[in-house]
């Protein structure tokens, strides 16, 4: 049998492994394992990776050889060539870009370049934060004594390198000690004190463990405490420590920095959790006093990666039982067993009686009793041997190997009992490697001789409390240092940015929290992330903002395992968690401690996460692209530290915003044990804080070239590469006797490269506020600069240096230079009415106080903001006219205002019909608002397009929208649905087909058009046009649906659909494999969903196989939808919405 052809799992068929043992074979550089349980054999080759050095030697197993030499990292007998530290870092850079499925990238290259170059100069390098937890994941995955490696993904790793002193290695430690112990819900972490290497000199933790019972030797040679650590209690004692002399008294840590004596710190009791030793039955053995800690964490072992080491590095994981049984039963420990089993009333001379065995078993069940009836995290040898198990297979099928020492891994009792047993194991070293080390006092030179060991150096309990007290207020401060919040976001129109800002905000208060654009991000660090908030925006419908596509794509694609981008397509919807899956998060919740030790591993096991989306409940698929990140994080095993919050836009968005902060906050504070270090309140207040201050801005002149360039300005605060086309002509589309415009507007691209794109594709464009709006609103202000001027506003900054607080004016980047006129035309949006944070700075303005009071009620963004903000739809120079006495000033507006946006519309011409020119259709919206008895409002850009002269230049760019483009070949059915303005993509498609036909002789197919208006006689969009393409066999069917024709019911799209094309669809769909495309209002494009969904059941298809139908043809991409919001009956639309909210009181969370 082929190789090729073998099982993925590295599992050998019966009768194969003669075969691959025969040393005349072929395949003989497979080694074999087999389980004698279960006959299985498997083929481990990741020994051929191991470090050259091995465990046993040609002529003696080593195998029970506690200490083996090649397993001691000496700095006494080792000598590392450069040349040896580059083999190494090549390997673990080589393993690091492998593991990230960027083996042999350009980034890979780079890296491995700058690695050699590091060592050639510096004879070492740095590891960069996500190698250093790559690296400490790894080494635990390696680590052959460790039975519970099946976590080893799940490991908080805290990058303490940085520190210099012992003081600051004794708070990293209580910080460790307290996020590890996280009250008895035991958490693997891992602290990294500064490597070894001649800059930083030595750093150690002089203890074996960092909690363990002192050893006080007696003058008879007997021992009170634990034993094994009589020596290091007795060099406690000569540096000054004084035990109470107690069986379980917590020994000081010894803490060595930059090669300096060491510092003796007292583990602070509130940090040391420990339990006491009951048995279910045995009321006596509470008696014997017995009690262990809970958090095992070893501190004396050096951790090698990749050539760089790190003799200080304290990392725990959670208790065996049998690990507790023996440090209580073992004669060289506490040596319990006897007294124990006489308690039990056993004869203990005879040891075939098994007394031992007896005790011993009884002991370990009081262990595990007492450990779990306090909710403390402990395993019993069955289920880590079994989980031990599942780790092996799973490492063989993902690494092809799994070294691991058998010695070690079979628990100290039952050991045949448990699977482990009968599993043969290869025990071999790979890089990254744990070590053990010289104890660190054999190693070390006492420079201060007061200190010499022998001689006592007093530490007074005070100078102890006042370390203590020192570190505790010290650990919020450094724990914001090391654990870092990232805030993903990803926005079409602003909002979520600025959310993410205040959450940036809140979190700083504790975290080292910073914001990444998801489209900025590279996904596959996503994994090295300790704590991730996602606030985004659903666009579309359900779908993902144009910048968090790739991130959704991505994180689809990491989901699923795949190496490269899947071709299938991300589709929010079809990614949300189902109902129930939901619902489990709450009882998951419920319960007073969750299990860590559960052994579902995902990708993103460490990585806590929490998700707020913004949305619209006028959207059918609300918040989709919030659930749908929600749910792939969760289906990774990320741990979701409080569930989605949602804000709908119509709907108290910034309230639900800002309770689902506080709750997030608080979540992570819990989770990071930083609860009673942060001062909840204070960092809530920042959710409210505005922080303008009048006096803290000033404008500066500047000269009037600065304002050259508008569309590079635009381009640079909207993170966009912008253009500029220039306004060739704006024809009315609709007739003389419609009292309604819709433009079509021509524009010239100046053959600019950044402006080319396909048929499908939108034109983002970046209006003007209207004159008149922009003139009231400077007359207005109290202190505007004149409004030609050109001007920079800077702001007042402070600074506290040792001098004191030190003020500097700087320059305030939020807007380029430029004259108030301008920012108020073609940078702030002046036209939606504000947010309760801005009206709560105009109630600060308003001198009269029953102004002031209604602006206060209003900025709570109550009930009466909401109704007040959609019947009044106030832009900014209304609110000045309802509140006269408002004192503005112009910084106010520069500094608070939120941008102006680009509007989008779907490109209405083919490149190839019309080179150089791109074609718009523009419906021009005004509209009344207070329900039709209020003043007249234009739309900023339609209106804009409407107004500007032939010639003007427009700043723009291209939105590519892949997913809405013509099926390559030009035979396959297509229907395009677009009522009113909808029909604006589909004048492209049918121009590309002419375009085709006549120059590529290519053949159509049917495509069929199904429009939609008020009245034959007014708004008939492109009817010639459509005419002409159909005489030229472009256009195969049209069909027109007229709302408002009179003496005729009201006819929309979908009713023709269904009633009555309703065979020829499924048949050019269905039968031909054809491709759907709807455009327009979102919802129409629901209701043709439906309808079309009615037209599948009537052709025969079951009402949920019609459901799946679409979904898969959206991830085929055969269902396109290119929506362009809530833009048919708007008012009326969001209204009924807005009531059934309020009806239903949907509260968010
Ligand atoms: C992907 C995409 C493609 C698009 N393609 C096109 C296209 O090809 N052609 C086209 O014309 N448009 C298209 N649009 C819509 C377009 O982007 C603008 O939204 C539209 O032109 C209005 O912009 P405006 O600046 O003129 O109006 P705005 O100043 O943005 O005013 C519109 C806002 O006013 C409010 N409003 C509107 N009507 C009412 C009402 N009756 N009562 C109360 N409030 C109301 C609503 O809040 C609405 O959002 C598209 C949108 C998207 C997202
Ligand atoms: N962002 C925005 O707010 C925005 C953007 C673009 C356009 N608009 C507004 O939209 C209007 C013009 O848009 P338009 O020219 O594209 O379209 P339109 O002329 O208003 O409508 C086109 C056709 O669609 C029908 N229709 C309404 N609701 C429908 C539904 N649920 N399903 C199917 N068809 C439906 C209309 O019928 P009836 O009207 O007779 O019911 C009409 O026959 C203007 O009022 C403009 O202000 C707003
Ligand atoms: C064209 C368009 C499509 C939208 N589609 C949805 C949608 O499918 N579901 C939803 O909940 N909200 C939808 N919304 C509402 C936005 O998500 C909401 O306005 C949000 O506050 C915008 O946040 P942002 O500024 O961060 O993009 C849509 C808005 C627009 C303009």
């Given at each position: ?44 080759t990741?020994h ?43 390997d673990?850079?080589d ?11 350009e ?15 510096q ?49 990293a ?31 150690r ?11 006080y ?9 634990d ?12 540096l ?36 006491d030793?009951?048995?279910?039955k ?5 008696k ?45 420990r ?15 001379k ?11 078993l ?12 306090n909710?403390?995290t ?25 070294p ?7 628990p ?16 071999y070293?790979?890089?990254?490697t744990?070590y053990y ?14 200190q010499?060991?022998?001689k ?14 020192l ?63 996602v606030?985004?925006?659903t666009?579309?419908n ?18 699923n ?31 007073a ?8 591993q ?21 918040c ?19 569930e ?10 910034e ?10 906050f ?11 270090d ?24 500047v ?10 300005d ?9 253009s ?7 024809i009315?589309?609709?007739s003389?006797?419609?009292k ?23 034109l ?68 939606t009415p ?28 109550s ?34 205002l ?6 989008y ?42 107004r500007?002269?032939?010639?003007e ?5 291209i939105?590519?929208?892949s ?31 002419i375009?085709?036909?006549?120059s ?19 708004d ?6 459509v005419?002409e ?19 005729t ?8 659909l ?25 919802t ?7 309808a ?9 298809m ?11 043809m ?13 833009t048919?009956?708007?008012?009326e ?7 059934h909210?309020?009806k239903?009181s949907?509260k968010?969370?």
């Amino acid at each position: 049998m082929d190789g090729s052809q073998k099982p993925r799992n590295n599992e050998i068929l019966p009768g194969e492994r003669a075969e691959l043992r025969n040393p005349s074979s072929s395949k003989q550089r497979f080694e074999t394992l087999k389980n004698w349980e279960t006959d299985k054999v498997q083929r481990d080759t990741l020994h051929l990776k191991a470090c050259p050095v091995n465990v046993c030697d040609r002529a003696k197993c080593n195998g029970s050889v506690m200490n083996p030499s090649q397993m001691i990292s000496d700095p006494r007998n080792e000598s590392r060539s450069p040349e040896d530290i580059v083999q190494l870092a090549t390997d673990f850079i080589d393993q690091y870009y492998e593991s990230a499925k960027r083996f042999k990238s350009e980034a890979h290259l780079n890296r491995l370049h700058e690695v050699k170059q590091s060592i050639k100069g510096q004879g070492t390098f740095t590891l960069t934060e996500h190698e250093l937890i790559f690296g400490a994941k790894t080494a635990w995955r390696n680590a052959p004594r460790c039975i519970g490696r099946i976590q080893w993904n799940k490991l908080q790793v805290f990058d303490c390198r940085h520190i210099t002193s012992t003081a600051e290695m004794f708070e990293a430690i209580c910080t460790h000690l307290k996020y590890a112990t996280n009250k008895g819900n035991i958490r693997s972490c891992i602290t990294f004190f500064p490597p070894r290497n001649e800059a930083n000199g030595e750093f150690r933790v002089w203890n074996p463990q960092l909690i363990r019972y002192a050893g006080y030797r007696q003058l008879d040679g007997s021992v009170i405490g634990d034993p094994v650590n009589v020596e290091f209690t007795q060099i406690c004692e000569r540096l000054g420590w004084v035990g109470k002399g107690g069986r379980f008294d917590v020994l000081p840590l010894l803490l060595q920095a930059n090669s300096k004596d060491p510092d003796m710190y007292e583990v602070p009791t509130n940090l040391v959790l420990e339990v006491d030793i009951k048995h279910p039955k045995f009321d006596w053995l509470e008696k014997m006093g017995l009690k262990w800690y809970a958090v095992p964490a070893v501190s004396n072992m050096l951790i090698d990666i990749g050539g760089i080491q790190f003799p200080a590095c304290p990392f725990n994981g959670w208790f065996m039982g049998t690990e507790i049984g023996r440090d209580l039963c073992d004669t060289t420990r506490y040596n319990i067993l006897e007294p124990l089993a006489k308690q039990m009333g056993l004869h203990t001379k005879n040891n075939s009686s098994l007394w031992k065995d007896k005790a011993v078993l009884e002991l370990n069940i009081s262990i595990l009793h007492s450990f779990q009836s306090n909710n403390v995290t402990i395993m019993d040898h069955h289920a880590a041997t079994e989980s031990f198990m599942k780790h092996f297979s799973n490492e063989l099928r993902l690494r092809g190997g799994c070294p691991g020492d058998w010695v070690w891994l079979v628990p100290p009792v039952s050991g045949s009992t448990t699977p482990i047993f009968h599993q043969e194991i290869f025990n071999y070293i790979l890089n990254p490697t744990c070590y053990y080390q010289p104890d660190a006092w054999k190693l070390h030179t006492l420079k201060n001789r007061d200190q010499k060991v022998g001689k006592t150096k007093k530490i007074h309990f005070k100078e102890l409390a006042r370390f203590v007290l020192l570190a505790s207020t010290m650990m919020t401060k450094a724990m914001a240092k090391r654990v870092k919040a990232t805030i993903f976001y990803a926005t079409e129109t602003g909002k979520s940015l600025t959310y993410a800002k205040i959450l940036r905000e809140i979190f700083n208060h504790a975290f080292d929290a910073k914001i990444v654009a998801m489209d900025e991000y590279d996904i596959w660090l996503l994994e090295y992330e300790s704590l991730v908030l996602v606030v985004t925006s659903t666009f579309g419908n359900g779908d993902p903002p144009e910048n968090g596509e790739t991130f959704a794509q991505a994180l689809q694609d990491m989901g699923n395992g795949d190496n490269e981008s899947s071709s299938k397509k991300f589709d929010s919807v079809n990614t949300v968690a189902p109902l129930q899956k939901r619902v489990s998060f709450h009882a998951k919740n419920t319960t007073a401690n969750q299990d860590n030790t559960s052994e579902e591993q995902g990708i993103l096991a460490n990585v806590k996460f929490s998700v707020f989306g913004l949305g619209s409940r006028a959207y059918p698929n609300f918040c989709a692209f919030g659930h749908a990140i929600d749910t792939m994080l969760g289906d990774m095993k990320a741990e979701r530290l409080l569930e989605i919050g949602e804000g709908d836009e119509l709907s108290g968005q910034e309230d639900s915003f800002r309770h689902w902060a506080q709750n997030v906050f608080s979540a992570a504070c819990d989770s990071f044990c930083l609860k009673e270090d942060v001062n909840i309140e204070i960092a809530n207040a920042s959710l409210s804080n505005t922080t303008y201050h009048p006096s803290n801005y000033r404008f500066k002149s500047v000269d009037i070239a600065a304002e050259e360039n508008i569309t590079g300005d635009l381009g640079k605060m909207h993170k966009k590469h912008l253009s500029s086309c220039r306004l060739i002509e704006r024809i009315n589309l609709q007739s003389a006797e419609s009292k309604r415009s819709t433009i079509l507007v021509k524009l010239d691209t100046n053959d600019s490269p950044l402006l080319d794109f396909e048929p499908g594709d939108h034109l983002g464009i970046y209006p003007c506020n209207q004159p008149e709006l922009v003139d009231g609103l400077i007359s207005k202000l109290e202190d505007a600069p004149a409004k030609d001027d050109v001007i920079q506003m800077e702001t007042l900054k402070r600074k506290n240096t040792h001098l004191g607080i030190i003020e500097n004016w700087e320059a305030d980047v939020r807007l380029p230079p430029c004259s108030l006129r301008t920012a108020l035309t073609r940078f702030l949006d002046i036209t939606t009415p504000p947010t309760p944070q801005i009206l709560s700075l105009l109630a600060e303005c308003a001198q009269d106080e029953n102004e002031k009071t209604k602006l206060k009620v209003l900025s709570e963004g109550s009930f009466a903001y909401e109704d007040w903000k959609f019947q009044s739809f106030p832009n900014f120079l209304e609110i000045l006219e309802e509140f006269p006495s408002i004192k503005l000033s112009s910084s106010l507006l520069l500094s608070q205002l939120p941008f102006l946006q680009c509007r989008y519309y779907s490109i209405s011409s083919s490149p190839n019909y019309h080179p150089g020119q791109i074609h718009c259709t523009v419906s021009v919206v005004s509209y009344t608002t207070k329900g039709g008895s209020g003043p007249v409002h234009h739309g900023v850009c339609s209106s804009y397009l409407n107004r500007i002269p032939a010639g003007e230049k427009i700043s723009c760019f291209i939105r590519h929208a892949s997913g809405f483009r013509l099926p390559k070949d030009p035979s396959t059915p297509c229907l395009l649905i677009g009522p009113g303005t909808g029909i604006a993509p589909f004048r492209s498609f049918w121009q590309q087909r002419i375009y085709e036909t006549s120059s590529e002789a290519k053949v159509n197919g049917t495509m069929a058009l199904l429009f939609g208006c008020r009245h034959p006689l007014h708004d008939h969009l492109y009817k010639k046009e459509v005419e002409e393409a159909k005489k030229l066999g472009v256009i195969s069917h049209s069909y027109t649906a007229f709302s408002r024709s009179p003496h005729t019911p009201k006819t929309y799209v979908q009713h023709i659909l269904e009633n009555e094309i309703s065979d020829f669809v499924f048949d050019s769909i269905h039968n031909r494999n054809g491709h759907f495309y709807v455009c327009g209002d979102v919802t129409m494009a629901a209701d043709v969903n439906r309808a079309f969904k009615s037209v599948l059941v009537k052709n025969g298809m079951m009402k949920e196989d019609s459901d799946n139908y679409i979904r898969k043809m959206k991830s085929d991409n055969r269902y396109h939808e290119d929506i362009f919001g809530v833009t048919l009956r708007t008012s009326e639309v969001t209204d009924s919405v807005r009531k059934h909210v309020r009806k239903n009181s949907i509260k968010p969370l």
